[in-house]
């Protein structure tokens, strides 16, 4: 499966911003669709994991973001969106879609002025 992030931008600290990441094919079947992000200054290796949401609907995030990021999917459309609200300058980074087995959109940035 190929994965096209979209949505990034520019926005000041307490704005929103949705991020779709668009599957080439039926995502119904992957296990776990993720988001990561690697700030500035970072190595791909030290990309960070944000959330994922699993063939059930859950989801999962890291503290910072939870209660800000709302995760969400669109099987008929082969879409998963991440919406952030409230978002802070360290939210800064490039967002990667993940689909596991190695499987990553290209990356869309986000940056968060103060």
């Known amino acids: 499966v190929q994965l096209q992030a979209s949505g990034g931008g520019v926005v000041q600290a307490g704005g929103s911003l949705r991020l779709l990441c668009t599957a080439s094919e039926s995502i119904a079947n992957i296990a776990a669709m993720s988001w990561y992000r690697q700030r500035p200054g970072q190595t791909r290796d030290d990309v960070q994991f944000?959330?994922?949401?699993?063939?059930?609907?859950?989801?999962h995030y890291i503290p910072p973001v939870r209660g800000r990021f709302t995760l969400s999917r669109d099987i008929a459309k082969n879409t998963i969106s991440l919406q952030m609200d409230s978002l802070k300058p360290e939210d800064t980074a490039v967002y990667y879609c993940?689909?596991?087995?190695?499987?990553w959109g290209q990356g869309t940035l986000v940056t968060v002025s103060s």
């Open positions: 993940n689909a596991g087995y190695g499987r």
């Open positions: 944000v959330a994922s949401i699993n063939t059930s609907g859950g989801t």
